[in-house]
């Protein structure tokens, strides 16, 4: 699902994305769209006026678009601060990862 250079599409920032809970399941249709299992948790980096977003997966950090109809905004802000503090967790336990695996390459 490529937008075809929608002006109305809305692009946000990492640090000031909306963020959205998965409601339904969604199989991606193409090598850019996301798999979606329900109550997964998805930053949103890009809106269109198409009905799709493109986002970014909380777990995993796995990016591709997905339908609108398949995901709810999350407004309440403690749950936002929740979810991106549990973000930050995952990157840094991958940065340990990462940097011992650096060590340990011959």
């Known amino acids: 699902m490529k937008p075809d250079g929608d002006k109305e599409e809305v692009v946000y920032e ?4 909306p963020q959205v809970q998965c409601v339904e399941q969604y199989l991606a249709q ?11 948790i998805i930053n949103v980096v890009r ?20 339908p609108v109809e398949n995901a ?4 309440n802000e403690h749950v936002r601060r929740r979810n991106l503090r549990e973000r930050y967790r ?3 336990a991958a940065s340990i990862v990462t940097n011992n695996m650096a060590k340990t390459t011959p």
Not at 50 to 59: A, D, F, P, T, V
Not at 72 to 75: A, L, P, R
């Open 47 to 66: 809106k269109t006026n198409e009905g799709w977003y493109e986002g970014i997966r909380l777990s995993n950090g796995q990016k591709g678009w997905f």
């Open 14 to 17: 990492d640090w000031d994305c």
């Open 90 to 92: 995952v990157i840094q």
């Open 30 to 40: 193409q090598a850019d769209e996301l798999n979606l299992e329900a109550t997964e």
């Open 72 to 75: 709810v905004e999350i407004t």
